[in-house]
């Protein structure tokens, strides 16, 4: 195991187990994947973090090196579940497009939101050097070249190129940042 791999699971283990809604969120704090879970957060995180059963790593919508912090909103109950979801989804798609593929309309009525746990699962160090241009850019490309690539080898879907778009969008901001 890497010094990398063994921050990132000392991380999780502080990451509530609880049920919820989580963000997954890039270098730059900002969310890029938001999710559920109704067996535990840190047990679905931790599958996202690790590629294993994860749909939205295996088919290339999020590349997770540059996934640096999990938010979570722990809830006592699975009917609060989906409402939460589809707000905080609405909420933070609204500003900058996740990476999802399919879009959540939030649900009508205000949504009350409990407490964010805010935990980072990269060194700071390591996190800082990421956010370099000349590091970030070219990752970024080679991710965007992937999901092109499996759109058109593996499944023309809809919600693949509403991640595609997500992610050309903010493949632009990273392109600013490094001229």
Known sequence: ????????????????????????????QNPIYVGQSVDGIRTRVRRHLTSARSDVIANRQID??????????????KAEVE???????????????LMNGKAMIAAPGAVPWPQKQVVQVIEEEERQSRLTPSNRLPRQIKQYDLLVDYILNVKEAPHLKRSLDAHFERMVRYHQRFL
């Open 1 to 28: 195991m890497t010094a990398a791999q063994s921050y990132r699971g000392g991380a999780l283990s502080a990451l509530t187990n609880q049920i919820g809604v989580y963000a997954l969120c890039d270098l730059d």
């Open 64 to 77: 997770v090196w540059e996934i640096a912090f999990v938010w979570a909103w722990p809830v006592a109950t």
């Open 83 to 97: 409402p939460l979801e589809r707000s905080i989804f609405a909420h933070y798609d609204a500003k900058l497009p």
